[in-house]
């Protein structure tokens, strides 16, 4: 069963979707990266956790895929955490007793770390795929400049994010998939950008809050996220499993380990259930 529908959320309306194994163990829900959208999910991760017998919610995030508002912006990274809120909320009332997961890939991966160290909850285990915790890369300096004083007087201005595409994936094909991806933008708004990357450093430093068995994973060559912060978030925490993937780009689950990787994935899961 596949089902997809509208989420009213304050001003917005979210694309959300659900599926679902005939015996329901526990239920995932996916948070995306930045610039993407969850149909990015339904040919590899989405099947494999569902074979693993959990029940998955996806949503395209405020500003991404088929939700409403400006592209590459949201009012303040507290409304990012008040929307995965509202959805965990819903797969709660809906799957009752079942255990929860979430799943965070880049930006997604953030945010579920994110709420896990600052928001009620009761959450089973985290799978975060190369968390956007620290950048690999250094914003041009005019562009961090003129960020930081729109982020005062124009936040919701967008600007390209500078994000190179032959960073996501070591498979050529992988590449032209997200560059002719319609729902795919490289647009960031200031109070998108500061919010988040101020939200990795500050997971980073308080991780060792974090009370939720987590796997971590992330490729060693990542271009766009440097996997060292994440290994700066396990050293400091006490329930975190780190796998890192040796050559890896920043998608692991559209590279060339992605098998790999979704195996290990796999047999976390199965292990927490």
């Known amino acids: 069963m596949h089902q997809q529908y509208k989420l009213p959320f304050k001003k917005y309306s979210i694309s959300i979707m659900f599926t679902q194994p005939k015996e329901i163990l526990g239920v995932v829900v996916v948070c995306h990266g930045f ?3 969850y149909g990015r999910y ?3 991760v989405i ?3 569902e074979d693993l017998g959990l029940a998955v ?4 995030n405020i500003g991404h895929g088929q939700s409403s508002g400006k592209r590459g912006h949201c009012p303040n990274y507290s409304t990012l955490l008040d929307l995965l809120d509202v959805v965990i909320e819903r797969v709660e009332s809906r799957y009752l007793d079942k255990p929860l997961f979430l799943y965070g890939h880049s930006m997604g991966g953030n945010l579920v770390l994110n709420y896990a160290l600052r928001r009620t909850h009761h959450i089973r285990g985290i799978i975060a795929t190369s968390p956007y915790l620290r950048l690999a890369f250094s914003p041009q300096k005019w562009k961090m400049i ?5 982020l005062k007087i124009y936040p919701s201005i967008t600007l390209s994010s500078g994000l190179d595409p032959m960073g996501i994936s070591r498979i050529p094909e992988e590449v032209e998939n997200y560059k002719n991806d319609p729902l795919v933008h490289d647009k960031v708004s200031p109070m998108f950008s500061f919010p988040v990357m101020e939200a990795g450093e500050w997971a980073i430093k308080n991780s060792n809050l974090l009370k939720v068995n987590t796997l971590l994973l992330h490729g060693t060559v990542d271009p766009i996220i440097d996997y060292k912060g994440t290994e700066a978030f396990h050293q400091n925490a006490s329930t975190t499993t780190l796998k890192l993937m040796v050559g890896g780009y920043h998608e692991l689950h559209k590279d060339i380990c992605r098998n790999e990787m979704l195996e290990y994935i796999n ?3 199965a292990q927490q259930l």
């Not at 919610?57 to 395209?60: I, P, Q, S």
């Not at 003129?146 to 729109?150: A, D, E, Q």
Request: net charge negative; proline share 5%.
């Open 146 to 150: 003129l960020g930081k004083v729109m």
């Open 47 to 49: 099947p494999q956790l």
């Open 35 to 37: 610039g993407e959208h």
């Open 267 to 269: 047999n976390w899961l």
């Open 57 to 60: 919610v996806a949503y395209d």
């Open 42 to 44: 339904v040919q590899d």
